[in-house]
């Protein structure tokens, strides 16, 4: 059953690249021994390293790139002199077939402009987005976008609801995601008009999809939705502020450990569960943001992961490639019809 | 020192009221002996409370108001229609002096609304904003605005600052509240015209400001600035992924420690510090949002509040009327003239 997937990955991208792209490539293929890697980058300091990862070494091909897209470039800026770099030449390797997937932990603005250029945007999708999952009291919930459109129409809300909702099919395995849409209140008349907008749209149906109406910020911790579709200004912020709160809560918690005798022995007792809790809240486990959208599959990995990180990232490249991700997006989007109609039949393509 | 200060309490406003209302007005006693409280709303309800308050009882004057704003009310209904409402009255009270200051833990938008057209906009603020705190790595952080402008303008970010850095002097008692504009990245070309506007204006310099940059959703958590400035709709988001984080983030603590025996004795060990953590965390400490920018002060409790959470909303008025915020932000807002000038001088008046 396990086809092989060839993952292209940009041996360059993150603070701690190459050293730990290769390690996350160890431990993902530990999972996932159907992988194969095409590691791109600067084959001087890749090719030291893989020789002393044997196994790694026999899955992979080397493939040198001269250049590097540093993590502030300006996307224009990389598109147009980035074209040897390891970012594009990823990238360059799915839309030629030469791989099923890229993932790379570099900087999002070049990476998101340089997929739109070279993979180019699906029929019926005006604008890709960056989707992820956060952990919530019910699982895992989709969040959408995540940056890539600060501003965002109706008509690209209501994609994103398409985009994410196959998203949570192929890589949460759920059979029927129910779609939330952000807002700041849960009565029709809240909101700006795009929300609105897209909410009435929404409503009035759309095949196969399963809207759930208007939710709120807390709404995405406690699951009330598996998907959450939002602007990329609104979903940047929920993500980050959310990440801000669990760090804090970690500090927080480590201090009141420590806050008396009786509190250490406490923790002692304590520490297999508290361990079990923070994994179970492990950022890394939850890395790994989508570019949806465009025809080929690329994983954006957390700037500062670590290993254990980019092996996330790399296990949503392969979830997406063996769960027919792109198949299935194209297929929602021929049975809604594209452009997305206003009325809610769908429209025989 | 300790001069009388009269507040206005909405008894009607609230999932629990009137019962919270009283019950949070006793708690706040103890704290702000000086206080004096107006109680609006139904007298037949309130009255049999009151008499088993002898202390309340003592420093509070009983107004009837007929009619209550429920918590689903349009706020143009409730503008139209609440004129005899206890929410009404209680803004009423402030715009005659009655009051010094009013707390209600009704509608937020119907109470927005009200407060608006009876108290009106300060000179140079050309809409009101809602602003609270959340809990940080190094003590408290101000968030505005929460909601009460969904779509915002460059000036109106602009305002929102000046308010907020008030509001740090008044509430936190800040002498050098520094500022940070919310947005998806630190760098200048991110977010979208109305955030990047706003940068170019605060990074120009306006006097008695002092602007530290953008800043991105963690940083709220972590608080690299004590004045976090955002539109209502983002603000709203941040506001309430963060509560609905934390709120995960206790479930899945409980969960843990109950998840073994070794992990349950570890609870009792921890228990104190544990609790000492809640408290830290919980967001009754941190209730009480202020509408700012209107010619009086006007606290929003949130309308599922306990006693508890009530009376911090109150506290929160107490150190507004104590604090000399109304002046402050006046005296800022002259300093700067008004409206806003683009250049960095500022106009004198």
Not at 11 to 20: L, S
Not at 40 to 61: C, M, Q, Y
Not at 306 to 315: C, Q, V
Request: hydrophobic residues 50%; aromatic residues 4%.
């Amino acid at each position: 059953m396990t086809r092989e997937i060839t993952i292209a990955l940009d041996a360059m991208g993150g603070d701690k690249a190459p050293d730990m792209v290769l390690k996350g490539a160890e431990i993902a293929l530990v999972r996932y021994p159907e992988l194969r890697f095409l590691l791109v980058g600067a084959a001087d300091r890749i090719a030291p390293l893989l020789k002393r990862i044997p196994k790694l070494e026999a899955r992979s091909a080397l493939i040198h790139a001269e250049d590097v897209v540093t993590g502030d470039a300006k996307p224009s800026a990389a598109l147009r002199t980035g074209k040897r770099s390891s970012m594009r030449l990823v990238i360059d390797a799915v839309a030629e077939g030469a791989a099923d997937c890229a993932v790379s932990a570099g900087n999002s603005g070049a990476l998101m402009a340089m997929a739109k250029v070279v993979l180019k945007t699906m029929p019926g999708i005006d604008r890709p987005a960056m989707a992820s999952f956060m952990p919530t009291q019910r699982g895992e919930t989709v969040l959408l976008d995540l940056g890539a459109n600060v501003e965002c129409d109706a008509e690209n809300l209501v994609q994103f609801a398409l985009m994410g909702d196959a998203f949570a099919r192929a890589v949460l395995g759920l059979l029927k995601p129910t779609i939330g849409l952000l807002n700041v209140g849960s009565e029709e008349l809240k909101g700006n008009d795009a929300v609105r907008e897209a909410h009435a749209k929404l409503r009035a149906g759309i095949q196969g999809l399963i809207y759930h109406g208007f939710v709120e910020g807390d709404d995405i911790a406690s699951g009330t939705v598996d998907v959450v579709v939002t602007d990329g200004f609104s979903g940047n912020i929920a993500l980050k502020t959310a990440e801000g709160v669990a760090k804090l809560f970690f500090e927080f918690i480590g201090a009141a450990f420590r806050s008396s005798l009786f509190a250490r022995i406490g923790y002692v007792f304590a520490r297999p569960a508290l361990m079990q809790l923070r994994d179970r809240l492990d950022p890394r486990r939850h890395n790994g943001a989508m570019l949806l959208g465009l025809n080929g599959i690329v994983v954006k990995s957390h700037g500062g992961s670590d290993a254990l990180g980019f092996a996330s990232a790399i296990g949503v490249a392969h979830d997406l490639c063996t769960n027919g991700f792109l198949d299935r997006i194209k297929t929602e989007l021929a049975a809604l019809g594209a452009p997305v109609p206003a009325s809610s039949q769908a429209a025989p393509v």
